[in-house]
């Protein structure tokens, strides 16, 4: 089903020889990990801290600092410090694995984390091995929910309704059928693409040029893609993939007099894809989930201004949600044994600072609309349009 399944397989080989590696370490140590694990409730957190994706996953980790600094001041989780050992993904496949690896080793209670969903993909079966309960904060491609696994669940819901979101909007409110549908081949923008041709087609609709344009995420010259685009007569473009390919994308395409409409999945959502844009960011649009608002958020962004001296990211919010909601769920099941959290993640409902947190059967964060943002002055506000769906 997606183009990235052998990347993700080989990412995956070095969990014999990592856990090997980590038995010794181990005994050499004297168990010291383990020994702190029963201290202690200790949270691995696995995001991209180096990269192109670097901004966000340091946005979210500091969210989960805040949160795991909170419930320690107020007694920590029945009487255990939270602790977060954290390991660079890199948005990377192989980087995602060997972390989830590490983390596994390093006796971890539980897992949250991840932004990209090609590092959760590879990541998903080493801890669902391992019996770990995983909340992905913002990883929601929705191939993370294919597999069965009864241990991991989404703050952020399933990314699955990015492409009916696209097309309803480029058909009722841009009035554009000729869509040409362009990804960065990883795991998140193959799955968001391939549902995109899908939606198009099933609405009447045309997928400009007749196929995806994939992309390697490391492209930095988009000539060709942009030539093929303006051959294929689209009148719009829609970009499944991460916001700092997309900036470059965008400023190429309105540099070579490309004015068709632009949508950006909720992957491309970012305000460093606006400084990265610039000019070209203005009057461009992208989906997302409904964003959460309240006095909660207020709160929440106002404790991390303070702590950070900067402004929270788009997915911070969720990281610090993931990180109470580990809490709650463990002091819900008055244990921090992995399959009591499990099962109690499973009956949550928890009020975060991003609303309600319910769970279907698959770990998909249910009760979460999407909604089209646009660029206007340099800042990301709802559009005054939304699509029917």
Request: negative net charge; proline residues 4%.
């Amino acid at each position: 089903m997606f183009r990235n399944l052998k990347a993700m397989s080989v990412a995956t080989t070095g969990l014999l020889v990592m856990s090997l590696a980590a038995l010794s370490i181990g005994v050499q140590s004297g168990g010291v990990a383990a020994a702190a694990a029963k201290s202690n409730f200790v949270i691995g957190v696995p995001l991209p801290m180096t990269g192109a994706e670097a901004a966000s996953g340091n946005e979210i980790f500091k969210a989960e600092e805040l949160a795991a600094s909170q419930i320690n001041a107020a007694g920590g989780v029945l009487g255990h410090k939270v602790v977060l050992i954290e390991e660079d993904s890199a948005c990377d496949a192989t980087t995602a694995a060997n972390a989830a690896n590490l983390l596994v080793t390093k006796h971890v209670n539980a897992i949250v984390g991840e932004y990209c969903s090609t590092d959760a993909l590879p990541e998903e079966p080493i801890f669902s091995r391992a019996g770990l309960p995983v909340i992905f904060a913002a990883a929601n491609s929705p191939a993370l929910l294919t597999f069965g696994y009864k241990d991991i669940f989404l703050a952020l819901n399933s990314a699955a309704e990015d492409s009916a979101t696209a097309v309803a909007f480029f058909k009722q409110d841009l009035k554009e059928t000729n869509i040409a549908i362009v990804d960065d081949q990883s795991a998140f923008g193959v799955a968001i693409a391939d549902s995109m041709q899908a939606d198009v087609a099933a609405d009447g609709m045309t997928v400009a040029g007749g196929s995806i344009q994939a992309v390697p995420n490391t492209l930095v010259d988009f000539s060709s893609v942009i030539a093929a685009i303006k051959s294929s007569g689209a009148t719009g473009v829609f970009w499944t993939g991460y916001y700092a390919q997309a900036a470059l994308f965008v400023k190429q395409l309105a540099a070579a007099g490309v004015t068709a409409p632009f949508v950006g999945d909720s992957a491309a959502f970012d305000p460093t894809f606006i400084t990265g844009a610039g000019a070209a960011a203005e009057g461009t649009y992208v989906t997302s989930a409904v964003a959460p608002s309240g006095a909660a958020l207020n709160k929440f962004t106002a404790q991390y201004r303070k702590k950070f001296h900067s402004a929270p990211g788009p997915y911070s919010a969720y990281g610090y949600d993931g990180i109470k909601l580990m809490a709650n769920a463990a002091a819900k099941a008055k244990s921090i044994k992995d399959p009591k959290i499990i099962a109690a993640l499973h009956k949550t409902n928890y009020v975060g600072v991003t609303g309600r947190f319910t769970f279907a059967p698959d770990g998909d964060r249910t009760g979460i609309p999407e909604e089209i943002l646009t660029v206007t002055s340099g800042a990301y506000v709802k559009n005054s349009v939304q699509p029917k769906l």
